[in-house]
């Protein structure tokens, strides 16, 4: 009977202090409170909202419902980067070795992709024999060895969050910024970190579309880190149109590996060096953002940062050769051309519509346990404001068969709308959030 007077009182808009939290929460991670009831509660919360200590009780709640990191012991400076999410984002798959190459730990835990938005571990295990499921004591290895492990959510990591958010999932309770703050935020904290980034999106492509939305997120991930003595900045940026060109798992890495020789899409470079600068200023090992920059732009120049992804790729059995040789990432059979239907203006690159043709040729999931084709996608060439003729080539379609072909057409026909004007597409990056406030970015 101990969940019935919390949901009750949660429903009435009343407090759940931290021991009840506690108590409830590991509970519920042993598999003594039934779904029923939390489903109830989520849904309370939902509506009635959680206040900033409530926030953090559940936080800490779900965070010692499991493991935690240990990695004091370690000299350097632990920095993470988490993006609520998107098409096309693959900027952790540059960043982790890049902002590594420069003597900063990065225990990177990523998820994988559902519904429209991809996910880091779906790219990363598109190159060949890559293992993401690393258990807690190889990844303390490999970051005292290398500095760096890209990994997956472990099922001792914060469990109580693993069968909450499934079950949120299932009761239209995701969207509720409390519990998004403490999801994401008890698995941060879990990596033991000196200091987090942020990447929170916004646009018809986010998770939380609205600006508004996205800064209350940003700042209640912000508090929970400074109550739990954990720095987080945060940067908004847009996902009103995919970033970079890449949209499907291979494709994606291929592009990062571009991006690591010096020839990344100038957005999704641009995206790349704002959030490795904070990760830069928080690890306390630049000066200030041009030095920042300087140092992430030799450490891609000088070939460092690439040669930092080749060792991550070694240490974590994916095949490094992929480096050298983009054939030996999973290839589409097929291929063809998107040409513009008519002439006129890119008004929009609809991003949801993009990650929903992804799922129509097998490359993404609607549900955890859908297994996706790494092989197939997009590399769209246009951009939103781009004047086009009419048959000029604006994206390339990777897919298994002539079936496959055509669903990426017609997702393409969706998600591309050309007219005789455009819409500005919104800030690439608009808004800095720190816990002395929020401005409006700039990166000169
Ligand atoms: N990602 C998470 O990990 N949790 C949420 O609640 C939402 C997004």
């Given at each position: ?5 919390l949901?009750e009182?949660?429903?009435d ?8 939290w ?10 003594n ?13 939902y ?19 499991g493991a935690t990191?240990?990695?004091s012991h ?6 993470d980067k988490h ?16 902002v ?9 835990m990523?998820?994988r ?10 790219k ?28 997956g959510?472990?099922g ?16 239209a ?11 994401i935020m ?8 000196t200091?987090?980034?942020?990447d ?9 579309p ?12 912000i508090?929970?880190?400074?109550d739990?003595?954990?720095?987080v900045i945060?940067l908004?940026t ?18 990062c590996?571009?991006?690591m020789r ?6 999704l ?6 959030l490795g600068?904070?990760?830069l200023l ?23 940062a690439?040669?930092y992804?080749q060792?991550?790729i ?16 999973p ?21 949801r519509a993009?990650g929903?043709?992804?799922?129509a040729?097998?490359?993404?999931r ?5 297994v996706?084709?790494?092989a ?19 994206a390339?379609i ?6 496959g ?6 997702a393409?026909g ?6 005789d004007?455009?819409?500005p ?13 929020v401005?409006i970015?700039?990166?000169?």
């Open positions: 009977m101990l969940a019935r007077p949901i009182r949660k429903r808009g009343g407090r759940i202090s931290a021991s009840e506690r108590r409830l929460m590991n509970a519920y991670a042993a598999g409170i039934p779904d029923y009831q939390m489903a109830a509660l989520s849904m309370a919360i509506f009635r909202g959680l206040d900033r200590d409530e926030t953090g009780a559940l936080t800490d709640a779900m965070l010692h419902s990191l240990d990695l370690l000299k350097q400076p632990r920095i993006s609520t999410g998107g098409v096309g984002d693959k900027v952790s798959l540059i960043l982790a070795p890049l590594a190459s420069l003597g900063v730990t990065v225990p990177m990523s998820g992709g559902l519904g429209h938005t991809g996910g880091t571990l779906d990363l295990e598109s190159i060949p024999g890559f293992r993401t499921a690393l258990t807690l004591p190889e990844t303390v290895r490999q970051l005292e060895a290398i500095g760096c492990a890209l990994i959510q472990t001792d990591i914060a469990p109580a969050d693993r069968r909450l958010y499934a079950l949120r999932d299932a009761t309770t995701v969207e509720s910024i409390p519990l998004i703050a403490a999801s008890s698995k941060k904290l879990a990596e033991g970190l200091g987090l980034v942020l929170v999106k916004v646009g018809s492509g986010a998770f939380l609205e600006l508004d939305r996205g800064l209350e997120l940003a700042r209640t991930m508090d929970l880190g400074t739990h003595g954990c720095p945060a908004l847009a996902m009103d149109r995919p970033l970079g060109r890449a949209c499907g798992n291979s494709l994606e890495v291929e592009e590996i571009m991006a010096g020839e990344g899409p100038p957005d470079m641009r995206v790349t060096y704002a600068a904070e990760m928080l690890a306390g090992v630049v000066r200030d953002r041009d030095d920042a920059r300087r140092r992430m732009e030799v450490a891609i120049s000088s070939g460092s690439l040669a992804f060792r991550i070694e240490a974590q059995g994916g095949d490094a050769g992929v480096i050298d040789d983009a054939g030996l990432l290839e589409a059979p097929e291929c063809e051309l998107f040409v513009a239907p008519r002439g006129g203006v890119v008004a929009r690159i609809d991003p993009v929903h043709g992804i799922i040729l097998g490359g993404g609607t549900r955890v346990e859908d996706v084709d790494p197939v996608g997009f590399v769209i060439t246009a951009r939103p404001g781009d004047v086009v003729r009419a048959g000029e080539p604006l390339t990777y897919a298994r068969d002539e079936a072909v055509a669903v990426g057409m017609r393409l969706e998600a591309i709308v050309i007219a004007e455009g819409e597409p919104l800030p690439l990056i608009s808004h800095r959030v720190t816990e002395s406030g401005e970015y700039n990166d000169g």
